[in-house]
C-alpha cells in the first residue's frame, strides 16, 4: 500500500512539472510575440495570429513571422475575393446597377490585393537569400505590393452606398475586408522590423 502511494504522487508530481513546463513555454512564446508584435497598430490580433505558430522548441524568426501574417493575409483575402463573388451573383444587376457597381469595384480591388500579397509571399522568402544587392529591392517591392492592398481593401469599404445595400451583406463584407485591413497593416509593421533589424545585424558584422 506504501508502495502505491509512494508511486501514486511520483506519477503526480511528473504530470505537475510536466504541465508547469508546457505553461511556462506558453507563457515564454507569448512574451517573445508580444514584443514582436509592439510594433504593429493591431497588436492582439498579431499575438492571436502568430501564437499557433511558436512552440517551446523554436520561436518563429521576424522573417518568419512577417511571412506567417502575410499567408494569413493571403488567406483571408481569397476567402473575402469569393464571398464578394458569391453576392455580386446573387444581386440583380439591372434592379442594383449602383450596388451591383459597388459589388464588382471591391471585386477588382480584393482580386488585387490577392495577387499582390501572393507576390509579396515570394519576394520575402528571397530576401537574403540572393544577396545584400537585391534585398533592398525585394523589401521595396513587398512595401509596394502590401501598401497597394492596404488602399484597396480602404477604397472598397469606403465605397458602398448608402441604405439601400443589404445590411447584412453589407456588414459581412466591410467585415471581411476589416479584417483583410489589418492583417496587411500588421505585416507591413513586421516588415519594417524584419528589415531593421537585418540592417542593425549587418552594421554589427560589417561595420
Known amino acids: 500500500m506504501t508502495q502505491m502511494t509512494f508511486s501514486m504522487l511520483v506519477l503526480s508530481l511528473t504530470i505537475l512539472s510536466l504541465n508547469l513546463g508546457t505553461i511556462e513555454s506558453a507563457s515564454r512564446a507569448r512574451t517573445y510575440l508580444e514584443a514582436q508584435c ?3 497598430l493591431y497588436s492582439d490580433l498579431c499575438v492571436r ?3 499557433p505558430y511558436a512552440n517551446k522548441n523554436e520561436l518563429p524568426s521576424p522573417q518568419k513571422i512577417a511571412q506567417i501574417t502575410l499567408t494569413t493575409c493571403l488567406a483571408k483575402a481569397r476567402f473575402t475575393k469569393a464571398y ?3 453576392v455580386a451573383k446573387q444581386l440583380n444587376k439591372t434592379k442594383n446597377p449602383r450596388e451591383y457597381q459597388a459589388l464588382e469595384d471591391c471585386l477588382r480591388q480584393i482580386n488585387n490585393g490577392v495577387n499582390q ?3 509579396s509571399i515570394k519576394e520575402l522568402q528571397q530576401m537574403g537569400k540572393d544577396g545584400e544587392e537585391k534585398f533592398v529591392w525585394h523589401e521595396s517591392n513587398v512595401q509596394s ?3 497597394a492592398t492596404l488602399t484597396d481593401v480602404t ?3 469606403d465605397g458602398f452606398p448608402g441604405d439601400k445595400f443589404g445590411s447584412k451583406e453589407k456588414g459581412m463584407i466591410k467585415t471581411r475586408f476589416l479584417n483583410v ?3 496587411a497593416s500588421n505585416s507591413l509593421a513586421l516588415l519594417n522590423r524584419f528589415t531593421a533589424r537585418h540592417r542593425a545585424s549587418r552594421a554589427i558584422k560589417n561595420p
Open 38 to 40: 509592439r510594433s504593429t
Open 49 to 51: 495570429t502568430l501564437l
Open 84 to 86: 464578394v463573388d458569391m
Open 117 to 119: 500579397i501572393a507576390q
Open 145 to 147: 505590393w502590401v501598401g
Open 155 to 157: 477604397s472598397c469599404m
Open 181 to 183: 485591413k489589418q492583417l
